[in-house]
């Protein structure tokens, strides 16, 4: 071979095994992605994870988990709204199921339909902080941030009052940066992702989401939802059956965290029901 061509290709070898090489770091970056900063945690250790933790988590991936030692306690939540048509839908499976379930609420929608914030609270539904205007907290500065949160909750608070809103919060879109929960952090507020995204955001049918929760399963369980979504609705009969047949309690975020430690919520058990 020519030693020019021999010389790019290597070039062209060596850059493509550092590329591979980046989307594992990347990917296995992902995989220690907290579901839960709580206020004293250090947010650039929970957000950046070295090297050492991403080797680990790659490595450890697959293996077979382990449950028997892990609560199988599952919290359903639902980002935004209320909203005046799916919202009392999402409310009457819930309860015809028996499930309790925490609703992250933009404050600007519950001011546009109380009534409907009060019986998320009369049912017995657990109600936390997504801001009042529902923007992408990582291109907002700190006394931005911290004034969607304040608005944010005040707002609900003084529709359906719920001790959550002052503790338990979660950035719309799932975006913030490392300020973003320093900001949270200082205000005393649990920030609240999850151990799966059900992906109901997108244009999903009823049981491409009951596919994914129950193939995606983690014990304990912090799951994504949307208030929204009717295929979300039509999803939940199968998925809850599926989890309770699995030995699995449904109960709300604040619940959950309370009963479960960090590490464990952070590092859960994984496999499918």
């Given amino acids: 071979m020519n030693p020019r061509v021999r010389l790019i290709a290597a070039i062209v070898v060596a850059g493509l095994v550092a590329l591979g090489a980046w989307r594992l770091f990347e990917h296995a970056g992902a995989l220690v992605r907290p579901a839960l900063i709580t206020p004293s945690m250090n947010a650039h250790e929970a957000l950046s994870p070295d090297l050492g933790a991403r080797v680990d988590r790659l490595l450890n991936e697959r293996k077979e988990a382990n449950r028997s030692d892990r609560p199988r306690l599952i ?96 950035p719309p879109h799932g975006r913030f940066t490392e300020e973003t929960v320093d900001v949270a952090q200082s205000m005393g507020y649990k920030v609240v992702l999850w151990t799966d995204d059900s992906g109901d955001w997108r244009t999903l049918t009823a049981e491409e989401i009951g596919d994914h929760l129950l193939e995606h399963a983690t014990a304990p369980e912090i799951v994504l939802l949307h208030s929204g979504k009717l295929a979300t609705i039509e999803a939940l009969p199968r998925v809850v059956a599926r989890f309770r047949g699995a030995g699995y309690r449904f109960v709300t975020a604040g619940d959950l965290i309370r009963q479960v430690p960090a590490d464990q919520l952070n590092h859960p058990a994984k496999g499918p029901v």
């Avoid at 992250?104 to 049912?123: N, S």
């Avoid at 529902?134 to 003084?158: C, F, M, N, Y």
Wanted: no cysteine; aromatic share 8%.
């Fill in 75 to 170: 919290a359903l939540t639902f980002d935004d709204g209320p909203y005046p048509v799916f919202t009392p839908l999402l409310l009457d499976q819930l309860r015809s199921l028996h499930v309790p379930a925490t609703f992250f609420l933009i404050g600007r929608d519950a001011e546009q339909w109380p009534e409907l914030t009060q019986r998320i609270r009369a049912d017995g539904h657990e109600i936390a902080d997504h801001t009042y205007s529902h923007p992408d907290l990582d291109k907002e500065t700190d006394a931005q941030v911290r004034e969607e949160i304040i608005k944010g909750r005040d707002v609900v608070w003084s529709i359906a009052p719920d001790p959550s809103l002052r503790t338990l919060m979660r």
